[in-house]
């Protein structure tokens, strides 16, 4: 199982946007999944910051913490 640390948005909107683009889906199917706009799907795929997301962050790294997103597919 493949585990990446993530602690910048940029990293996280990398990790969105390879997903997205290895399973074959548009950002408007993905905003549709998720029921979000496909204008957030834009801006966090290209890392920009929003105050509660990168306070988030900060307080992540702060206590030595990592955020990790595990593929509920693996095995």
Request: proline content about 0%; glycine content about 10%; hydrophobic content about 40%.
């Amino acid at each position: 199982m493949s585990r990446e640390k993530l602690q910048t948005v940029s990293a996280i909107g990398e990790l969105v946007r390879r997903t997205r683009k290895e399973q074959k889906m548009s950002q408007g199917m993905l905003a549709g999944m998720s029921s979000v706009g496909t204008r957030f799907i834009s801006d966090l795929e290209n890392g920009k910051e929003t105050i509660q997301l990168q306070k988030l962050l900060n307080v992540l790294n702060a206590l030595g913490l990592g955020l990790y997103i595990f593929n509920r597919w693996d095995k």
